[in-house]
């Protein structure tokens, strides 16, 4: 898993039907320390996030449908956490706003 | 996911039976501000709806497959969706063709709201006291 920033959400009319009621959420991704380590995925939402909080993203496909309980949808990266606090691995709390 | 623009497309006439009707788009990746990043990819459109110019997102890996009809056909990045706006914490869309300006002050707001980008509201961090 992964940890990022919410920054954005993407919006789609057109898409899978996979995608319908979901809502897809721009993220970047973070180090451990909460700087960018570069880089952004779009990611269904499974936990209600909002703009600007720092999330555990899961990029695994099987995982994902699993939580989502979409069996077959074409659906890899899901935020699956919100996170309030990482220690270590790098220079503390890492939640910074 | 990630988004990504449609810049061209495949076509194949040789190919194995699993991909006969797929649509082949070449697809160069962007990242958040829409900027080029990486090399471009050939992704089957599963919206069938897609087309040159057109911002898209795109599943990558073993889930581009789940996308199509038969999810056994042997494909590595799927469109499976065409964006109509990237809303940004900063409440730009650079997916947005040409920003409309904000109105000048004492004009009357006429006709609906403008469906423009509207910023997202930025949320406190969850169960923390104020440091």
Redesign the interface.
Known sequence: MKLAR???????????P??DERT?L?C?LLDPSGAPAG?????VDAVGA?????VLLLDE?NS?RQILAAP??????VIVG?V??VTGGGAGDA?R? | MQLGRVVGTVVATVKVPGLTGVKLLVVQPLDRALRPVGGQVVAADAVHMAGPGELVYVVAAREAAQAMPDPFVPVDHAIVGIVDAVRTLAGDDPAAPRPSPPPAPGEPAGGPPASGPTPLARRGTRGRAPS
């Open positions: 919410v920054v954005g959400t993407v919006v789609s009319t057109i898409n899978s996979a995608f897809l721009l970047d880089g952004s995925m779009i990611a909002g703009a600007g909080e720092m496909g994902a077959g949808a074409p659906i890899r990266t919100i309030d606090e939640d706003d």
